[in-house]
């Protein structure tokens, strides 16, 4: 049977166990959210031997040149020395320098130790009292001197539970930043852009909205945002402010109307669709109904965390 190292500690596991459970089971405390090769939370790095990757797409390719693998998506065939990622030694520090809540949307800002590199629409890993979760960033970066992240802490969760708890001063640790469908190209200045949000699916368009100013987008931008009541459209105020943004804010009941009229300026309409499995599903049909080509539809579906 293969054998994993990990500092001092040696075990065997049987062929083809999976690395996230040998660890844990082990005692290694390794989290993880999705076990789907999504969250990025179950980050190790093989110094010595390889193990089979599933999902080996799932990182950057310079990440994974050097070993960086999500234990979820592998398997041990062989014997193994990993380095289990440390929010200490591999993450950045970031002070909590507001929070605002908005019902049950906490917004979150970090002023991090040292610059993070990102792009609008992409994620990052928070770790917070041993427990880590990706989380959509919503600041602009070389605007913004701050992370921003809106947490929706409707339902009792590991990191929610601790979230709620927070106080301005307190530290978190930021780790993996990586993309997700969902940016903004040069290519689209001129093209119609429809920006569809259910809940905190709004964070990355927030970013992605301002990105698309800034470069002096020229075709029309529709934002779509769907809550569940008055106080989760939390951004209502600054999002009517943005210049020249058709701005919808719509309730959860009335959303079947609201996609109904939705109709496409043009056969060159973007879609960029974020928030839950089940609203990015209903949203994509609607514009695939509308007339909307799939492959001019970006879209991100928020993992369920626990």
Partial sequence: MPE????????????????????????????????????????????????????????ALDRHAVGWRLACQCRVVEDLRVEVFDPLRDGVGGTVSELDWFGDVLRLRLRTERSVRYQPGQHAVLWLGGVARPYSLASL???????????????????????????????????????????????????????LAAGTGLAPLWGIVREALRQGHQGEIRLLHVARDRAGHYLAAPLQQLP???????????????????????????????????SVERFARRLFIAGVPRGQVFADSFVEHA
């Fill in 4 to 59: 994993i190292r990990v500092g001092t500690r040696c075990w065997t596991v049987p062929t083809g166990a999976n690395l996230l459970d040998a660890l844990n089971e082990a005692g290694l405390g390794v989290p993880y959210s999705c076990r789907a090769g999504s969250c990025h939370a179950c980050l190790v790095r093989c110094e010595d031997g390889l193990p089979l990757d599933a999902l080996p797409e799932a990182l």
């Fill in 244 to 278: 020249g943004v058709n701005v919808e804010l719509v309730m959860v009941a009335q959303l079947e109307e609201a996609l109904a009229a939705l109709r496409p300026s043009s056969r060159q309409t973007l879609a960029l669709l974020c928030g839950a499995p089940a």
């Fill in 141 to 195: 970066p070389g605007e913004d001197d701050y992370l921003e992240f809106h947490i929706d802490c409707q339902h009792p969760g590991a990191f929610c539970d601790r979230a709620r708890a927070l106080e301005v001063g307190d530290v978190l640790r930021v780790g993996e930043v990586r993309g997700g469908a969902l940016h903004y190209d040069l290519d689209w200045q001129d093209r119609p852009l429809w920006l």
